[in-house]
């Protein structure tokens, strides 16, 4: 990762209001989306990095690529969870495959 991508991290969490910050995690952490998930109805595309320190794939992506019916995972080796920053290139070309498809 540059320096630069790592100021820009870093000046967004600086941004956040510490009520704000604390309120969507605990939103984000303490509700169950199973029954919405179940829903989709649509073709589904689930991206995730596998070093994703902020939310671990064992909790997230793996669990949602079993409820979506018919979601394809696409797993990124090493990945956190910036990974559409530092893997641009590669969740961009994902991304325009799976619509092209």
Same mark, same amino acid.
């Given at each position: 990762m540059s320096e630069g991508v790592r100021e820009q991290f870093? &000046? *967004?969490? $600086? $941004? #956040?209001? $510490?009520? #704000? %910050?604390?309120?969507?995690?605990?939103a984000f952490s303490e509700t169950d989306q199973t029954e919405d998930l179940k829903k989709f109805d649509v073709p589904t595309l689930i991206l995730h990095? /596998? +070093? +994703? *320190?902020?939310v671990p794939i064992e909790d997230s992506a793996l669990l949602s690529a079993k409820i979506v019916k018919g979601a394809t995972l696409k797993i990124y080796k090493g #990945? %956190?969870?910036? $990974?559409c920053t530092t893997h641009k +290139?590669?969740?961009?070309? /994902? &991304? &325009? #495959?799976f619509l092209k498809a």
């Open positions: 870093w &000046l *967004q969490g $600086m $941004m #956040a209001g $510490m009520p #704000a %910050s604390y309120f969507c995690i605990k990095g /596998d +070093d +994703d *320190q902020i #990945a %956190s969870h910036g $990974m +290139d590669q969740v961009n070309a /994902d &991304l &325009l #495959a």
